[in-house]
């Protein structure tokens, strides 16, 4: 079984920053691809952010060149620093792991999920 706990949501003022973190545990190794989701208010969750396991990253183009995903693999901890924060930035973000053969980077066909932080986003 793999765990995974995501941390540093909140409320933040457009224009601000936050930095999101989720520990993995459990039977997961630093080389398998982590990514990130989110899902506002009435809307399906979509791929935010990948890293795979080469360290190759892809971004969803609504925060390309906002958003930098990392990870560190000895700790097994995903990061998603985020800036120049908008209001429809507002969701639920969630992190996922081991992505299956066959599942686009970006498609929430993972096979482990965290339970989300929230990120409220106000004008």
């Known amino acids: 079984q793999v765990q995974l706990v995501e941390s540093g949501g909140g409320s933040v003022q457009a224009g601000g920053s936050l930095r999101l973190s989720c520990v993995a545990s459990g039977r997961i190794y630093g080389n398998y691809d982590m990514a990130w989701f989110r899902q506002g208010p009435g809307k399906k969750r979509e791929g935010v952010a990948v890293i795979e396991g080469d360290g190759r990253t892809t971004y969803a183009d609504s925060v390309k060149g906002r958003f930098t995903i990392s990870k560190d693999n000895a700790k097994i901890t995903l990061y998603l620093q985020m800036t120049s924060l908008k209001p429809e930035d507002t969701a639920m973000y969630y992190c996922?792991?081991?992505?299956?053969?066959?599942?686009?980077?970006?498609?929430?066909?993972?096979?482990?999920w965290g339970q989300g932080t929230q990120v409220t986003v106000s004008s």
């Open positions: 996922a792991a081991v992505r299956p053969l066959g599942v686009s980077p970006l498609q929430p066909g993972y096979g482990y």
